[in-house]
């Protein structure tokens, strides 16, 4: 919800409608409308949203969306989609069969002969691709996550010493924090050679993206139990969902998108963010279904991620969002970014060091801003490597994100933050609602002044139209 009252207010300020700067007239017809229906927030929210986006459409938003006459990289070379699709597969073959290969038997070896093999994997969409743009943008995307998660095992877990949550193999009947000693599993991994898997291990690593394995605290948490069937049903509906948004938005290009008007453009919107929420939730469905029927047993959402988590569709706070979004990259991150920042924090810039306020601001937002960058840097290889679209986007889009959560979770910790969750826990329905939009409006408000240094590049290149050929509704009706 707030995705689609951030672009539809981006329609409106940004005056992507036309693709033209604001003229004196259209800006008092905006502001009058806002006025009579807002008039409580306008004078001093939309103003300074006005503001930045003379700023935002002249000077900033250019300099960070314009593509330049020169690239770091070369124009793709292109080959055939057969040696473009097998090449990939070879890398995933080998360092997935290199980690459960008895041979070499040293961490070291292995280490060698993978980096030319993980170099080769995440270079490649940078200088080729392939006729079928279908492909290529898929391999774009596995080349960076694998590729990430490949330099997570074979290097940086053992420079550490200290293998993530993802290798913690959990036992049927340890269902408690007292079954699942953190000292006796600490002991248990430091053992472990990093890079001598077995079948178990290589099995539990192809779930593990979307698979929860903190053990549970506490209180047993009940079960939801889901069996193929009923994963099949959901598959399906999500499937549909992604299917018809594609075939809605296929039919416009950039240039038709500028020139819309607000009530076409906002159903657009809808469309649009239907097909980004459809998408995840019909992959994490598939997932499970795929290991529903592999090992015959019925998936329990209480240890699956997102089976029941539908999205932050009306998220009130940056953290919010953030927290409740797909979280298929999250433990990844958490291990390269989160921790490791933590733990320089602790060792370099400790109260004695930095004192005391300053060690506990760096401890809580610097980790999060290492979260922040992993992230940016994924979306920013992406676009690039797909289209050679400008990086400072997105990198930017991220960075800000990293700071609103950061500033979020201050404010809840003062007394402003403390005054409005006790007002909101003994306030009326009407004070919660109350509370409520006013949320929902500082989203809308954040999510016009950034979310287009997101979009833009995704905009640029026509992504729906790369899956028209995937929509069943467009073979038929198209």
């Not at 943008?137 to 095992?153: E, K, P, S, W």
């Not at 004695?352 to 840097?377: D, K, N, T, W």
Request: aromatic share 16%; hydrophobic share 45%.
């Amino acid at each position: 919800m707030a995705t689609f009252l951030s672009s539809l207010f981006s329609q409106v300020f940004l005056n992507q409608s036309h693709g033209t700067t604001f003229s004196s007239s259209s800006h008092t017809d905006h502001t009058d409308l806002l006025a009579k229906f807002w008039p409580w927030t306008w004078k001093w929210t939309w103003k300074w949203t006005w503001k930045w986006t003379w700023i935002c459409e002249t000077r900033l938003f250019a300099l960070l969306t314009t593509k330049s006459s020169t690239h770091v990289f070369p124009p793709h070379k292109t080959i055939p989609d057969g040696p473009f699709m097998a090449t990939f597969v070879f890398y995933l073959v080998a360092l997935y069969g290199l980690l459960l290969s008895p041979i070499p038997q040293t961490t070291r070896a292995k280490q060698i002969i993978a980096f030319p093999i993980l170099v080769a994997m995440v270079l490649q969409p940078l200088f080729i691709n392939c006729p079928t743009e279908l492909f290529h943008m898929g391999m774009v995307v596995t080349a960076i996550a694998v590729g990430t998660r490949m330099f997570d095992l074979y290097y940086f877990q053992p420079w550490t010493g200290i293998p993530s949550r993802y290798s913690i193999v959990m036992d049927e009947e340890a269902k408690t924090k007292k079954d699942l000693d953190s000292d006796t599993r600490q002991q248990h991994l430091c053992k472990e050679e990093f890079l001598m898997w077995d079948k178990q291990r290589f099995q539990l690593e192809m779930w593990a993206p979307l698979r929860r394995f903190s053990p549970r605290k506490g209180k047993a948490i009940p079960s939801y139990l889901m069996d193929w069937k009923r994963l099949l049903l959901l598959s399906i509906g999500y499937n549909t969902m992604f299917d018809i948004a594609i075939f809605a938005m296929c039919r416009y290009s950039y240039e038709d998108l500028q020139q819309m008007d607000l009530i076409p453009y906002a159903l657009s919107m809808v469309a649009a963010a239907t097909f980004i929420v459809a998408h995840i939730l019909w992959i994490c469905v598939t997932v499970a279904l795929i290991y529903s029927i592999a090992t015959g047993r019925p998936v329990d959402c209480s240890e699956w991620q997102m089976l029941n988590n539908k999205l932050p569709y009306f998220a009130f706070t940056p953290t919010e969002l953030w927290v409740n979004w797909q979280t298929l990259f999250r433990y990844l991150w958490v291990d390269l970014g989160f921790l490791p920042m933590r733990r320089f924090c602790d060792h370099h810039l400790g109260p004695r060091r930095v004192g005391r306020r300053f060690a506990q601001m760096a401890r809580e937002a610097l980790p999060v801003l290492a979260v922040f960058a992993l992230s940016a840097i994924l979306h920013a290889y992406t676009i690039y490597a797909a289209w050679r679209e400008p990086v400072s986007g997105q990198l930017f889009y991220f960075m800000t994100q990293g700071v609103a959560v950061v500033l979020t979770k201050a404010v809840e910790r003062s007394w402003l933050g403390i005054t409005i969750r006790q007002t909101y826990n003994k306030g009326s329905r009407p004070v919660q609602w109350s509370l409520q939009c006013f949320g929902l409006l500082m989203m809308a408000f954040y999510h016009t002044i950034t979310l287009p240094f997101f979009m833009e590049p995704y905009k640029k290149s026509e992504m729906w139209k790369v899956l028209q050929e995937r929509s069943i509704l467009w073979w038929v009706f198209g």
